[in-house]
């Protein structure tokens, strides 16, 4: 007897507290600077979600250390449904595969709240690499060891994650050479320093119709809607699959009455009409699924990509 009134009685406290709110702005911490994929899709979800709960959800802007501090606050926070976290493949899957000792654990420090969107990347190699189409600058690889070089934004980044793929599942060695971001790095395979990079289609676009750079493949299991015409890495080399995604969670222990309402009201926003178009513009796919799909997808790219980089000895423990 006592149990179940112990269970009614926070059932009440919750359902009570879930009457009253928000009754204050509620904190999105994006861990990205201002102006990048993630704050893109942040801001278009916080201005809807402010829309529909009567209360501002401001974008708090926490970068540095590939997002690592950003989701260490977020894990930190006070699980009171007023921080909400949207954080990065790197964060989600990558890292806790990199590092032992990461300031969060995902699936102890957070629970789910939806995925917003993905995104495939596509492979580019500077226009003097004499190769058509994947298939093509395997060869070359597989030929010339130690002929193609490939650029990251920085050691365990999706980029560099990418580019071991293809090291790994076609069984030849191009030199990973990390750059301090994505535009330094595209810029120099533009010049030649570096034969290729597989990046953001947004951002290789306008090298792609310029002729500076040649797009032989995008990254994902389908077309990407943006560029159709490609075929994709994995028509040549089989099991080749890797994206870009971006999801939001909540400390975890935030009350369910809470948790609830924030996922319902984020798939909504994801859901409407033109937010879906301003995250397509961006060249990503929009989502807006479960909690549960989200878990499964943060618990299948953990198991996948740690498997990509154990084969590749990746490490960024020196």
Same mark, same amino acid.
């Given at each position: 007897?006592?149990? @179940?009134?112990?269970?009614?009685?926070?059932?009440?406290?919750?359902?009570?507290?879930?009457?009253?709110?928000?009754?204050?702005?509620?904190?999105?911490?994006?861990?990205?600077?201002?102006?990048?994929?993630?704050?893109?899709?942040?801001?278009?979800?916080?201005?809807?979600?402010?829309?529909? %709960?009567?209360?501002?959800?401001?974008?708090?802007?926490?970068?540095?250390?590939?997002?690592?501090?950003?989701?260490?606050?977020?894990?930190?926070?006070?699980?009171?449904?007023?921080?909400?976290?949207?954080?990065?493949?790197?964060?989600?899957?990558?890292?806790?595969?990199?590092?032992?000792?990461?300031?969060?654990?995902?699936?102890?420090?957070?629970?789910?709240?939806?995925?917003?969107?993905?995104?495939?990347?596509?492979?580019? @190699?500077?226009?003097?690499?004499?190769?058509?189409?994947?298939?093509?600058? %395997?060869?070359?690889?597989?030929?010339?060891?130690?002929? %193609?070089?490939?650029?990251?934004?920085?050691?365990?980044?999706?980029?560099?994650?990418?580019?071991?793929?293809?090291?790994?599942?076609?069984?030849?060695?191009?030199?990973?050479?990390?750059?301090?971001?994505?535009?330094?790095?595209?810029?120099?395979?533009?010049?030649?320093?570096?034969?290729?990079?597989?990046?953001?289609?947004?951002?290789?676009?306008?090298?792609?119709?310029?002729?500076?750079?040649?797009?032989?493949?995008?990254?994902?299991?389908?077309?990407?809607?943006?560029?159709?015409?490609?075929?994709?890495?994995?028509?040549?080399?089989?099991?080749?699959?890797?994206?870009?995604?971006?999801?939001?969670?909540?400390?975890?222990?935030?009350?369910?009455?809470?948790?609830?309402?924030?996922?319902?009201?984020?798939?909504?926003?994801?859901?409407?009409?033109?937010?879906?178009?301003?995250?397509?513009?961006?060249?990503?796919?929009?989502?807006?699924?479960?909690?549960?799909?989200?878990?499964?997808?943060?618990?299948?790219?953990?198991?996948? %990509?740690?498997?990509?980089?154990?084969?590749?000895?990746?490490?960024?423990?020196?």
């Amino acid at each position: 007897m006592r149990n @179940i009134m112990l269970v009614t009685a926070l059932f009440a406290a919750g359902f009570a507290q879930a009457q009253g709110y928000p009754n204050k702005p509620i904190r999105m911490i994006v861990a990205s600077a201002p102006g990048g994929a993630p704050d893109i899709l942040g801001r278009a979800i916080a201005q809807k979600m402010s829309d529909s %709960l009567g209360q501002q959800v401001v974008v708090d802007n926490r970068a540095g250390a590939s997002g690592l501090i950003g989701a260490e606050i977020a894990a930190k926070s006070a699980p009171d449904g007023y921080t909400l976290f949207l954080g990065t493949t790197t964060l989600y899957a990558i890292l806790p595969n990199l590092k032992k000792n990461l300031p969060y654990n995902i699936q102890r420090d957070f629970i789910s709240v939806t995925q917003i969107a993905g995104a495939s990347n596509v492979l580019v @190699i500077n226009a003097s690499v004499p190769a058509k189409s994947v298939a093509e600058l %395997l060869q070359i690889a597989k030929t010339k060891p130690g002929a %193609l070089n490939y650029a990251s934004a920085g050691r365990g980044t999706p980029a560099h994650l990418a580019g071991e793929m293809v090291n790994v599942l076609a069984n030849v060695s191009m030199t990973h050479v990390p750059y301090k971001g994505a535009g330094p790095a595209l810029l120099d395979v533009i010049a030649g320093q570096v034969q290729l990079i597989i990046t953001s289609p947004i951002a290789a676009g306008p090298h792609i119709n310029s002729g500076k750079v040649r797009a032989l493949a995008t990254t994902g299991a389908k077309r990407n809607p943006a560029l159709p015409d490609l075929p994709t890495v994995s028509d040549t080399l089989p099991g080749y699959e890797i994206t870009q995604w971006w999801g939001l969670s909540l400390p975890a222990k935030t009350p369910r009455a809470l948790s609830e309402r924030l996922q319902t009201e984020a798939r909504k926003a994801v859901n409407l009409p033109d937010v879906r178009e301003r995250i397509i513009r961006t060249g990503a796919e929009p989502v807006g699924g479960t909690p549960q799909a989200f878990d499964a997808l943060i618990a299948a790219e953990q198991r996948r %990509l740690g498997d990509v980089i154990r084969k590749a000895k990746i490490s960024l423990e020196d």
